[in-house]
């Protein structure tokens, strides 16, 4: 396959200072504390890649807000869950004795595109302490934030998720959709459904000494998070401000209502 042209992707540079533009006309604002899911992919032919997005959105938020974004390590589990693919069994007390620790300045992330790897690595920039749920921050409230990270129901109320959601943080899209909004999940543990309780275990460091951890989470499921956002969408417009950045199809959310909205619809819609 031919890689696309430099001008295929965006009839002129994506900079630093384009995205910034975009960013405020969206509606971004300095002081504000925002989540962001991003797909440098789909934001067109970006000059200087992740960093530009990254610098673009540091510069539109300030240090006085805080930019906060998923940092997911998800392989850093146990063989029993490993699923996709699967490993043998046969593997599986190598694993849990081998397999690296997390360490918030080493484990790269899995699965959360070039913007959040790049983002993990910057200057004062706060990664939590959970071995596959992270979350990252820089800014005024980067630590409070992120600090005190709970292993159990990782995405819960002593998540990052909730850190940003009492802060009346906004959450946004650069390319992507709700098909990865990771603030419903917090939604799936206030609603009033059925959701099945399971084991979950990580290497990780204790005092400076490798273990194996267990915890406790939800069974999570995001299948149908595209038809919960877009329900938010139709019954909320004036929560959600839409545009580009770069090429990129954009959406700027407040996050509070869009939660609260997904605990009653996911508990009506849900079986």
């Known amino acids: 396959m031919d890689t696309p042209r430099p001008s295929d992707r965006s009839a ?3 900079t630093v200072d384009s995205i910034a533009r975009d960013l405020r006309t969206l509606g971004l604002k300095s002081g504000e504390t ?12 970006v000059c200087g890649g992740a960093p530009a997005v990254v610098d673009a959105l540091q510069r539109v938020v300030s240090e006085s807000g805080t930019v906060v974004m998923p940092t997911h390590s998800p392989d850093n589990r146990d063989p029993d869950n490993m699923e996709h693919p699967p490993v043998p069994d046969s593997w599986g007390d190598t694993i849990r004795e081998q397999f690296p620790p997390y360490r918030p ?5 899995q699965g959360m595109g070039a913007i959040a790897e790049c983002f993990r690595t910057y200057p004062d920039v706060h990664r939590s302490a959970h071995p596959q749920h992270s979350f990252a921050a820089w800014g005024a409230d980067a630590e409070a934030i992120v600090g005190g990270h709970a292993y159990d129901y990782s995405l819960g109320e002593a998540s ?3 850190g940003v959601y009492d802060r009346d943080g906004t959450v946004l899209f650069l390319g992507t959709s709700h098909a990865t909004n990771t603030s419903l999940h917090l939604a799936e543990y206030r609603a009033d459904i059925e959701a099945d309780t399971t084991d979950h275990a990580s290497a990780v460091l204790a005092d400076g000494e490798r273990e194996w951890r267990y915890w406790e989470d939800i069974e999570l499921d995001d299948e149908d998070f595209q038809a919960c956002g877009d329900a938010f969408e139709r019954a909320h417009s004036s929560a959600v401000e839409t545009g580009t950045v770069g090429v990129g199809e954009s959406k700027l959310l407040a996050q509070q209502p869009m939660v609260d909205f997904a605990v009653e619809w996911l508990a009506a819609n849900r079986s």
């Open 160 to 162: 990052p998720l909730s």
């Open 12 to 14: 002129e540079p994506v």
């Open 105 to 109: 300045a080493v484990t790269p992330t």
């Open 34 to 45: 925002v989540l962001v899911h991003g797909s440098l992919s789909e934001l067109g032919w």
